[in-house]
């Protein structure tokens, strides 16, 4: 039974560019949402999908974006790459929008 | 605006003893909390959780206290194994209506299990 995979692992941008990081849940779950972890600090919220539609959303500007598709897969969109998106991005799967989630390994994004 | 605070950035234990880690909150609302454990290049893998009807919960070795009115809660790792360094996170969930799944995290505790 495959996790939650996640591609690319690592990832070097440039500033003012776009990119596209992607998700595939675990087996049997529905709900993917997507978290930033800056370097010494927790994962923090940026938003939610279920349903092929973002129900919540965290503290993150609309630079960032998302996109849930039919086979619950989703993509986290980032426009206008600044210095301070560098960062390890962890998607999560879960069963409808409960809270035992469980991680993918992340995507390492470097922005120079 | 941190809501979920963990204040011991790292912890030393030796092989065989208890680890404890603590976790504070600010937010009254939260209503299940989480405990995470990550190794480098992995993402967090779920340990242990604990609604806020209840204030023990146990699976094997760990054990999840929560003291709602001080608003807090440890996790107890006994007998520690050297497995078990690692970075720790404590996490909360349900702060408002229709906000589950929105997790809110502290910054994490280094845990290492000395021989």
């Known amino acids: 039974d495959a996790g939650v995979t996640q591609s690319p692992t690592h990832l070097i941008k440039t500033r003012g560019q776009q990119v596209t990081l992607r998700c595939s849940p675990k087996s049997g779950h529905d709900t993917v949402s997507w978290y930033q972890q800056a370097l010494g600090q927790g994962p923090q919220f940026i938003f939610q999908y279920y349903e092929e539609e973002e129900r919540q959303r965290g503290n993150f500007p609309d630079r960032f974006s998302g996109h849930q598709f039919p086979n619950y897969s989703s993509e986290l969109n980032v426009n206008a790459l600044l210095l301070g998106d560098s960062a390890l991005y962890l998607c999560?799967?879960?069963?409808?929008?409960?809270?035992?989630?469980?991680f993918g390994p992340g995507t390492r994004l470097t922005v120079t | 605006d941190q809501q979920v605070k963990q204040n011991s950035p790292s912890l030393s234990v030796q092989e065989g003893r208890i680890s404890i880690l603590n976790c504070d909150y600010t937010n009254s609302m939260f209503d299940y909390f989480l405990w995470y454990k990550k190794y480098p290049a992995e993402g967090p893998t779920f340990l242990i959780s604990?609604?806020?009807?209840?204030d023990k919960n146990e699976d094997g070795r760990f054990t999840v206290f929560l003291n709602k009115s001080a608003k807090h809660l440890s996790l107890h790792i006994v007998p520690s194994q050297p497995g078990d360094s690692a970075v720790y996170f404590c996490?909360?969930?349900?702060?408002?209506?229709?906000?589950?799944?929105?997790?809110?995290f502290g910054a994490g505790t280094q845990v290492v299990v000395t021989p």
């Open positions: 996490a909360a969930d349900g702060a408002a209506t229709d906000s589950w799944g929105k997790l809110q």
């Open positions: 999560a799967s879960s069963f409808r929008t409960g809270s035992e989630q469980y």
């Open positions: 604990i609604s806020s009807i209840k």
